[in-house]
Nanobody
Framework: QVQLVESGGGLVQAGGSLRLSCAAS????????MYWFRQAPGKQREWVAS???????MYADSVKGRFTISRDNDKNTVYLQMNNLKPEDTAVYYC?????????WGQGTQVTVSS
């Protein structure tokens, strides 16, 4: 059974930083693609960043240069370091893992950036 548990969200002022964590079980983050998505109120869920099994990373243009996705294979955890946060980054952030063509989602963690 795959389980993804996000943590690390909170309230931060514009320009601040947060690091989100996604603790995984039932899926090995080092050999499966892992993703971060976010959903702002009234908007569709959007892709933010991804890390491949080989370690390649990709970012949405809106976060490129400010966010960094990484993983700790020993802890089987994926991270999203978010720097220089902006009010438009306010959203619920979700971790997603893909295993055998099935997508698994965490419950999300709220990030609120005040201006």
């Amino acid at each position: 059974q795959v389980q993804l548990v996000e943590s690390g969200g909170g309230l931060v002022q514009a320009g601040g930083s947060l690091r989100l964590s996604c603790a995984a079980s039932g899926i090995i983050v080092s050999i499966n693609a892992m993703y971060w998505f976010r959903q702002a109120p009234g908007k569709q869920r959007e892709w933010v960043a991804s890390i491949s099994s080989g370690g390649s990373t990709m970012y949405a243009d809106s976060v490129k240069g400010r966010f960094t996705i990484s993983r700790d294979n020993d802890k089987n955890t994926v991270y999203l370091q978010m720097n220089n946060l902006k009010p438009e980054d306010t959203a619920v952030y979700y971790c997603r893992g893909t295993l055998q063509r099935n997508n698994y989602w965490g419950q999300g963690t709220q990030v609120t950036v005040s201006s």
